[in-house]
């Protein structure tokens, strides 16, 4: 099979392997498949991701991996056909706790509750069995513990294309407010009783009245964005 040259067919190649692959593909495997550098892998999944901006689906990018994803505004369309709860959220307590992790990461759990100021072990535990995090390394210094990084999911639940899109929050004010008067050790009882839809990263960059909605890997898994936090909705 020749190499392919032509950026157009790459192009081609990349979206349609991405359209059947069952999660994310590295660049190179990508590369190796196409018979093509990296960085022509690279350049082609960047015009893919502008030129599928006006379309029903996404390319989405994090460290050296791409997935198609549904459009994140037909999330209500793809919902309604796959029969998805859409009452399904992070609550509060989890998701201060994963944007920590999605600012700061890679970062160990000790630094997230150092910034929260409260024990994240069940947090955590929950971000892990959702598969919205995972172990990307382990830091230097005593007892060598786990480096935490986002997953794919992660973009796809905030309906984002690639990690960097996150709105700037320098030193994660927002994320350490809305822990600062929380309990100092969190359990599986208040997570539960706090269960309610609150403000994502993505909404954070919003108009208000707007929210981002979920979006849809192509092997039919949706995660839901979380919808904006009511006036009246109970604290930590």
Do not use: W
């Not at 901006?53 to 990018?61: A, E, S």
């Not at 994963?98 to 947090?123: H, M």
């Not at 172990?135 to 990084?149: F, I, K, S």
């Not at 706090?194 to 994502?200: T, Y």
Request: with cysteine; net charge negative; proline share 9%.
């Amino acid at each position: 099979m020749p190499p392919v040259t032509d950026r157009d067919q790459l192009k081609r190649v990349i979206e349609s392997i991405l359209f059947v692959a069952d999660g994310p593909v590295e660049v190179r495997t990508l590369a190796r498949l196409a018979e093509a550098t990296a960085q022509d892998i690279e350049a082609a999944l960047e015009e893919l991701g502008e030129e599928s901006r006006t379309r029903g689906v996404r390319i989405q990018r994090t460290g050296q991996s791409a997935q198609m994803a549904s459009a994140p505004e037909t999330a209500p369309f793809v919902q309604n056909y796959l029969g998805i709860d859409e009452n399904q959220r992070l609550s509060p307590t989890v998701l201060v706790t994963l944007t920590v992790i999605a600012y700061k990461q890679p970062v160990t759990k000790g630094e997230v509750e150092k910034i929260l100021r409260k024990n994240c072990d069940y947090s955590v535990m929950m971000l892990k069995m959702r598969e919205l995090i995972t172990e990307v390394g382990r830091a230097e210094g005593p007892g060598r513990p786990y480096l935490y990084g986002t997953t794919f999911k992660v973009l796809e639940h905030f309906g984002l294309e690639k990690p960097e899109d996150l709105p700037p929050l320098p030193e994660l004010e927002v994320a350490a407010a809305a822990a600062a008067d929380a309990p100092g050790v969190e359990t599986r009882a208040e997570d539960e009783a706090g269960e309610v839809a609150v403000e994502s990263p993505a909404e954070q960059a919003e108009p208000p009245g707007e929210a981002p909605e979920a979006s849809t890997s192509t092997n039919g898994t949706l995660h839901e964005a979380p919808e904006p936090e009511s006036a009246d909705a109970p604290g930590e």
